[in-house]
């Protein structure tokens, strides 16, 4: 079985530009969630999608925002970039169905750099 | 808030040193916990998944165990491609998926 994907894996923009992360779940997967990655404050949850809806939200500013496909493919964006949000961007997918714990599996991510 | 500790955060190991990295964790009603092995610029790798207090789990050099309070990685007999950090995450009793530590930071040196 495929494993999660995300495109593009770097990505270099400059300050006030926006970006579009993607990110394919496995097959059969329904759930998708995106974390942040840094050196300082390690992985911080942003969101995660079921069945097209945002089921749930981290503590992050409205620039950060996505979306589900019906095929449960996910997108994030980020727009107005900052020095800040230089990070290394992940998807996780996981078969969870709502009030159930089920293991995250996670993509490559994306090495997002700001100048 | 829900919390998840993590200690040390980094350990320096001799080959075949085995050793132990601890997570610790604050969480009402746990719904289970996780552990994950990352390679530097990679994603987090799944390694065990405990649900109850007195479970244990073993993959090659690895047994994960767990108590009310903490859970515990056991490195035995460590390689050096067992270098990596180590993350433990457990669901937060609010909205989040996963709370994560941040990391252990393993190197074993031949």
């Known amino acids: 079985k495929a494993g999660v994907t995300q495109t593009p894996r770097y990505l270099i923009k400059t300050r006030g530009q926006q970006v579009t992360l993607s990110c394919s779940p496995i097959?059969?997967?329904?759930?998708v969630s995106w974390y942040q990655q840094t050196p300082g404050q390690g992985l911080q949850f942003l969101f995660e999608?079921?069945?097209?809806?945002?089921?749930n939200k981290g503590n992050f500013p409205g620039r950060f925002s996505g979306r589900q496909f019906s095929n449960s493919r996910s997108e994030m964006n980020v727009s107005t970039l900052e020095l800040g949000d230089s990070a290394l961007y992940l998807c996780?997918?996981?078969?969870?169905?709502?009030?159930?714990?089920?293991?995250?599996?996670f993509g490559p991510g994306t090495r997002l750099t700001v100048l | 808030e829900d919390q998840v500790t993590q200690s040390p955060e980094a350990l320096r190991l001799q080959e075949g040193e085995s050793s132990s990295l601890n997570c610790s964790y604050t969480?009402?009603?746990?719904?289970?916990l996780f552990w994950y092995r990352q390679d530097p610029g990679k994603g987090p790798e799944f390694l065990f998944t405990?649900?109850?207090a007195g479970e244990e789990k073993e993959k090659e050099r690895l047994k994960a165990t767990l108590t009310k309070k903490e859970s515990f990685l056991h490195i035995t007999a460590p390689k050096p491609e067992d270098s990596a950090t180590y993350l433990c995450?457990?669901?937060?009793?609010?909205?989040?998926?996963?709370?994560f530590g941040k990391g252990t930071r393993l190197s074993v040196i031949a």
């Open positions: 969480v009402s009603g746990l719904r289970g």
């Open positions: 999608y079921f069945s097209e809806t945002q089921r």
């Open positions: 097959s059969g997967h329904r759930s």
């Open positions: 995450a457990v669901p937060n009793s609010g909205n989040t998926p996963l709370v």
């Open positions: 405990l649900y109850s």
């Open positions: 996780a997918s996981s078969s969870q169905l709502a009030g159930l714990t089920d293991t995250q599996y």
